[in-house]
Structures are given as structure tokens and as C-alpha cells.
């Protein structure tokens, strides 16, 4: 049995792959655990399908120049362009990491969009005045329609991490250079769309996974050391799991495995067929309310939620 061997931060534990999977399909429906840097147990599920991924289209690369004319303050540390780097705006700027645990805070996060669904999400979270995540791909509608989601996730207060542009798990983990060549489509995309550089990613599958562990270090070293920052969850309601779970089912499992803990990282996926999901989030944002949580997006100097396995 092959075992995962990544390994950063102050991860000391080894567990078997088999023993990974296991567990994730135990715990699939009832808030996935995982292990934070700081200590709760924790294993990567494999929560979400690469079915759709696999059929998306394979536009040609984005490879404009998203440093060009900006001059705003959100740019990333220069880079020289020469033949050594391929993806030379592929930068995001690190901030400092807080990690306030004294607060009950909610990070809703939403994976694999935009798709239609993502207005519905957006209007939900206006409702209640609170801001989430949208991890982005480039899956779901045309340019134009990603285009306009991805200002109205903006423009709404809300914040876009990347989720890679094709979510295709063969193709983005096929080596480190073929991971960042997507990733520098969905970053270029959503710069040339919106201005806006994102810095915050969510690896598809979550950061260690079995479909990743051939060289999830060092894609993590690649990708920190580009100044960006990723988020694994530490609570997932199961809405990409094979089944479709009802909407009061998502809230249930989601409000049931939040409230043990003081702050959560929460995946949820925002796609065609997630229709349940978005009818679930009224209750489940009004019952962790009334348990006294917040409700954030995430930035940058958010202490990150890392599976972390030897
Ligand atoms: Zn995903």
C-alpha cells in the first residue's frame, strides 16, 4: 500500500493511503474532518467529482499580461520576464498570517464555479450581509458569462481564489509545470475580466489527495513560493460526494459539524447541478447565527486550514 508522503508544517502524523480513503468515504456526509497545522485530526476527503472537469473545454492558454497598465497596489513582487519563466505573472503578493481563535468564525467557500448558480449564491449572502469564497474554474458557461460572474462576486463584496481552469484532475496533476500552465489560465482569466489578482487557491481534490500525492510537495512549494496561498477545508457537507443530498440534509450535516468546532473552513460547490446546495444555505446560515458565528471571506491574512499528512 503506497503510502502519502507529504509532508510541511508541523505535520508529525503518517497515515496509509488506504486508511485515508476509508475514512473519507466514512465521513463522507457528516462534515469531513481534517487536521489543522495546530493540531485536530484530519484527512483530505475526496470530495469532489472531476466528471464535469473531464468534459470541459480546453480553450487556447491565457497568456496575456496582467502586470501591464495596472499600477494598483494589489501587484505581485516583480518578476522578470525572461526565458527561464514561463508564467512570469504568476505572483501574488504574501501578507501575515493572524490566527485569532477566540472568535466563532464561518468561511463558506464555494468550489468549481461560476455556473448559474452563482447569482443565486451571491443574492443569499447579500441577504444576510455576509461575504464568502468563490474558488473559480474555467467549467461552466462562456468566457462572457464567467466574465460577468466574476465582477458581480466582486463587485458584491465577495472574494475569487482559483481552483485551476479545467479542474481536470489527469491533466492539472500530470506534472508541476503542466498544474501551473492551468492555473495561469484561470488567473490571466479572471485578471483580464475583473483587474483583480488573485492570491488564494484551492488545489481540485484538496492539497494532498491520491490524485495529487505523486507531487503535492512540490506543487505547495511552487505555489507558496509564488507568493500564493491555499486553503484545504475542514468541514464538507458532502454536495459533490456521487449523491445528491437534499438541501435540508446539507444544512443539517454542515451546521451539526461547524458548531464543534470555533472556526470552520467550509467547501460547497457552486455548479449547474448544485441546487440543493443553494436552497440549503438560508437555514444552515441562519442556525450557525443563531449559535453566534460570523460569516468571512477569506484574504490573505487568514492562517490557512492545511490537510497535513506524513
Ligand atoms: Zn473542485
Redesign the pocket.
Known sequence: MKKITCTFRSGILSLVLAAAMLLAALTACSGTTAREANGSVSLPPEA?SSAAADASPDPADGSGDPAEGSGDQSVPPAVEADSDEPYPNLYARQEEKTDDNTQKIIYLTF??GPSENTEKILDTLDRYGIKATF?V?GQYGTKEERETRYQKILDSGNVIGL?TYS?NYDKIYASTDAFLKDLNKIYTEVYEATGFRASLI?F??GSVSQHNQHICKELIQEIEGRGFTYHDWAVSCGD?EGKQLSASTIAEETVKACADRTKSVVLF?DTPSQGETVKALPSLIESLMSKGYEFRALDPSVKPFHFVIE
Do not use: I, M, S
Open positions: 469532489e468550489d468549481d474558488f474554474t481552483h479542474h484551492r481540485p481534490g459533490a460547490h
